[in-house]
């Protein structure tokens, strides 16, 4: 969770060191990034079980929302400056555009998780995606170098995270695999299953991998102990 406090810090003989600014954004830095898409790792900022709803979300306001976008490199760390800026001389423009990345998450959601059960997007939801990168390019310029790629180092509106997320959902619609897009089996998240023989399971092995194997040892256990 995003944090902005100043904290008086006690010494063990009682005294205080001076005030200082504590600025964290532990919950989105710790973020393990594991969907292969910048889109799938938008809506992976929300988490729970594989089936019903989610039970957590690191974004929070539109500070995380910014810290989000800078740990999923969609925006670097002087435009994550200048939206901060902008964000506090605006705080009803931050709160609309954070509202909008959440509607906008919701919608992304309903595109990408039928995919990973072979069901189709919802006409509405892609629509809406439609809609979005129409309006993401009206604020892109396309830049040079080995190829052309849109960039949005000039758009200084306060929804510019959410420019390159929208582009690329287009992108992995468009030019990817469709059926490689799959579901945790451990958790709710979403990923791009860029493994050679289309077997990974898991969104990290580390995490939900780990924890299944252990379920099987505990389990295996049991069944010996009761033979």
């Not at 910014?66 to 925006?75: C, D, K, P, S, T």
Request: hydrophobic residues 40%.
């Amino acid at each position: 969770m995003y944090a902005r406090n100043k904290l008086a810090i006690p010494l063990a003989d009682g005294q205080l060191v001076k005030w200082v600014l504590m600025e964290t954004v532990e919950g989105v830095t710790r973020m393990n990034l594991v969907g292969g898409n910048l889109t799938l790792d938008f809506i992976n900022t929300r988490s729970g079980p594989p089936v019903g709803l989610p039970d957590d979300d690191v974004l929070t306001g539109y500070p995380e929302l910014v810290a989000w976008g800078v740990h999923a490199g969609a925006l670097t760390e002087t435009e994550a400056t200048a939206l901060r800026r902008l964000s506090r001389n605006d705080p009803d423009g931050a709160s609309a555009a954070f509202s909008r990345a959440l509607h906008t998450r919701d919608y992304l959601d309903e595109v990408f998780r039928p995919l990973t059960v072979g069901e189709a997007p919802s006409t509405s939801a892609l629509a809406r995606l439609r809609d979005d990168e129409a309006d993401a390019l009206g604020h892109a310029q396309l830049e040079g170098g080995s190829t052309f790629d849109w960039v949005w180092r000039d758009d200084h509106t306060l929804a510019r995270p959410l420019r390159p997320v929208v582009h690329a959902a287009v992108q992995l619609l468009t030019t990817g695999a469709l059926d490689r897009i799959k579901g945790c089996g451990g958790c709710r998240f979403i990923f791009n299953d860029e493994s050679k023989n289309r077997s990974r399971r898991w969104c990290s092995m580390d995490d939900c991998g780990t924890a299944e194997k252990m379920r099987r040892y505990v389990a295996a256990r049991r069944t010996r102990a009761t033979q």
